[in-house]
């Protein structure tokens, strides 16, 4: 008995995760899924150890079931040939603008950032970054900062056509989003990703309904990506049909997808969780995906060079 009692909750949590099965507090549990896949190793261990064969084929089958789930974030993919101009894309949660601008227009210089999508956006952060330089550095915007959690932001080095926001259902927090001219590349629309957070049991339908309604792909159409905070891992359904729809993950595809982007970054107990993403069109290749420390959020910033197809 004390052995099934080891090898069923892997079980469980396997046909949790593959049946997309989350609901209420298993939202929350599902993103720590990661750690679950490398802990399901120690029930098959001991039913080896303890020659019970039975618990050990079902730990066996949870443990491969988790892994198989997990361990293809770790390895790069192969990428769309395509031979068009690199983009540059940060995206930073500023956790109600609290983040420290100074940091971040010094990613954007540094890192040579082509475009900027930011949430939890302030009026008084935008007025310190602006005044820090980032309007020289990304002249371009389309900008709805709001007082609290819920505004957003696009900055971009090239123009921004049809530049709008759009207000999601669950928690209010906008989306800024925008069409991107990059010379030489053929229009690409952007936007600043911000579903609602579950954060609690009574306000995950305002998550399901949030990541439900955001843009899907438009693999016949425009190019499009989507950036930043979506409150949702790859082990979370809801973002796997929406990248099911025509996106690619951008981390996922250079083998960067278990980089921690949430947690313990503003001193909480947590640990990390994967966030933050880059959802690019599959027709872009992804070069390459990196994190950086924002001191002031609780977010790492996330940074994606995208190759684009070339104009036709």
Do not use: K
Request: aromatic residues 6%; hydrophobic residues 50%.
């Amino acid at each position: 008995m004390g052995c099934w009692l080891a090898v069923l909750p892997a079980a469980a949590w396997a046909v949790l995760r593959l049946a997309g099965l989350e609901r209420g507090p298993l939202v929350q549990a599902v993103a720590f899924t990661p750690y679950v896949a490398a802990g399901a190793l120690l029930p098959l261990a001991l039913a080896l150890a303890l020659r019970r064969i039975a618990p050990a084929v079902v730990a066996a089958l949870a443990a491969l079931a988790l892994v198989g789930a997990v361990a293809p974030r770790a390895v790069g993919a192969a990428q769309p040939a395509v031979d068009g101009p690199t983009l540059r894309l940060l995206t930073a949660n500023l956790l109600v603008g609290g983040a420290d601008p100074a940091v971040l227009v010094g990613l954007v210089r540094d890192q040579r950032v082509d475009v900027l999508a930011v949430q939890e956006f302030t009026p008084g952060i935008a007025a310190e970054l602006d005044r820090l330089g980032l309007a020289t550095l990304l002249p371009y915007r389309v900008l709805n900062p709001e007082v609290g959690t819920t505004g957003s932001g696009l900055y971009a080095r090239y123009p921004l056509g049809e530049g709008g926001f759009r207000r999601n259902e669950g928690f209010g927090f906008t989306q800024a989003h925008g069409t991107l001219a990059v010379p030489g590349a053929p229009p690409l629309r952007v936007e600043s990703a911000h579903p609602a957070a579950p954060y609690a049991v009574e306000v995950v339908p305002d998550w399901w309904t949030d990541l439900r309604a955001q843009p899907t792909a438009t693999p016949r159409g425009r190019l499009s990506v989507l950036a930043g905070d979506f409150n949702a891992t790859l082990d979370h359904a809801p973002l796997r049909d929406l990248i099911a729809t025509g996106y690619v993950d951008a981390a996922d595809q250079v083998g960067a997808g278990l980089a921690g982007t949430w947690g313990p970054y503003d001193g909480d107990p947590i640990p990390p969780v994967t966030i933050d993403h880059v959802l690019a069109d599959r027709r872009i290749a992804v070069r390459s995906v990196d994190t950086h420390r924002l001191p002031g959020s609780d977010h790492r910033a996330v940074l994606a060079e995208l190759r684009l197809p070339a104009a036709g």
